[in-house]
Nanobody, 124 residues
């Protein structure tokens, strides 16, 4: 049974940083492209960024480019989202997801497996 478990969310002041982790089990982690998405109350789930199976390629939404960094450790079956210079508009529930598609894809329907999410709240 595939499981993706996010951790690391919390409350942070504007300008601060958080590092989210997503631990995978029940899957061949290194065979999957991993993505991070977020969803704020009343809004659609949106793509934040993704990383290829090897970690060699990353792709980010314009709204987070230059502030967020995605990395992965295939030996630990874990993907990370380093978030710097956080702003109140970054407040959302953050989800990791896995897709067998080889390239990073910014759409939810391509992702096969999802975590339960971790809440990030940025105060002004």
């Amino acid at each position: 049974q595939v499981q993706l478990v996010e951790s690391g969310g919390g409350l942070v002041q504007a300008g601060g940083s958080l590092r989210l982790s997503c631990a995978a089990s029940g899957m061949t982690f290194s065979s999957y492209t991993m993505g991070w998405f977020r969803q704020a109350p009343g809004k659609a789930r949106e793509f934040v960024g993704g990383i290829s199976w090897s970690g060699g390629n990353t792709f980010y939404a314009d709204s987070v480019k230059g502030r967020f960094t995605i990395s992965r450790d295939n030996a630990k079956n874990t993907v990370y989202l380093q978030m710097n210079s956080l702003q109140p508009e970054d407040t959302a529930n953050y989800y990791c997801a896995a897709t067998p598609v080889r390239g990073v894809v910014p759409v939810t329907y391509e992702y096969r497996y999802w975590g339960q999410g971790t809440q990030v709240t940025v105060s002004s």
